[in-house]
Nanobody, 121 residues
Framework: QVQLVESGGGSVQAGGSLRLSCAVSSNIVSRYCMGWFRQAPGKEREGVAVIERGDSTRYADSVKGRFTISKDNAKNTLYLQMHSLQPEDTAVYYC???????????????WGRGTQVTVSS
């Protein structure tokens, strides 16, 4: 019913930048808290950033100052601008609507398929 489709992932050299996009099939971007979460091989899922309906944002300490989450309600699209990428940022990145607006959220209303980000040293 509701679909979230991530794009913009790829391979980049350390220090580079990428912008991820998440196209949503409905207007949940304007109705729900939205966020980006990632999972690296062999590691648990990690919250990256969340953005509330009123555009307030929260970031994981590991990405603070380097990543920026934003959204375009009219386009039903969520973004994650990533700068100064490091190898430890390598993971599959997912956009989601968490049940609690926290990077520590463990339950979600909606969840995308993910896009791979690979950062080489």
């Amino acid at each position: 019913q509701v679909q979230l489709v991530e794009s913009g992932g790829g391979s980049v050299q350390a220090g580079g930048s990428l912008r991820l996009s998440c196209a949503v099939s409905s207007n949940i971007v304007s109705r729900y808290c939205m966020g980006w979460f990632r999972q690296a091989p062999g590691k648990e899922r990690e919250g990256v950033a969340v953005i509330e309906r009123g555009d307030s944002t929260r970031y994981a300490d590991s990405v603070k100052g380097r990543f920026t989450i934003s959204k375009d309600n009219a386009k039903n699209t969520l973004y994650l601008q990533m700068h100064s990428l490091q190898p430890e940022d390598t993971a599959v990145y997912y956009c989601a609507a968490p049940r609690s607006c926290s990077t520590g959220a463990t339950r979600f209303y909606y969840w995308g398929r993910g896009t791979q980000v690979t950062v080489s040293s």
